[in-house]
């Protein structure tokens, strides 16, 4: 199963256009997928897709699977994923 990530703004350099190959045995899910990105990200970026206090997705990181919004998906982050699948990830905004 191949699984297309994309960053932008701060994560582009990190994350750019890559495509991720894994075992197609369907029990990858957002979350799953997610955390191992941050793991292999490391440093900085990879700690700003989680929130410190609780492990969860920060509330300023919008995560977007196929254009949808994680939170709008029926199962949110434990949608299992399926070959061809897009993952986009926007690091939190700051600005002033």
Request: aromatic share 6%.
């Amino acid at each position: 199963m191949i699984i297309k990530v994309k960053g932008y703004l701060t994560y582009r350099d990190v994350i750019g256009g890559r495509e991720t190959e894994r075992p197609d045995d369907g029990s990858v899910t957002l979350l799953d997928f997610i955390r191992e990105l941050a793991a292999e990200i490391g440093d900085d970026h990879g700690r700003a897709l989680f929130d410190k206090e609780n492990g969860a997705v920060g509330e300023a990181v919008a995560i977007m699977l196929n254009g949808v919004h994680y939170n709008h998906l029926p199962d949110r982050l434990n949608t299992v994923l399926k070959d061809q699948d897009e993952i986009a990830v926007f690091p939190p905004a700051a600005g002033g």
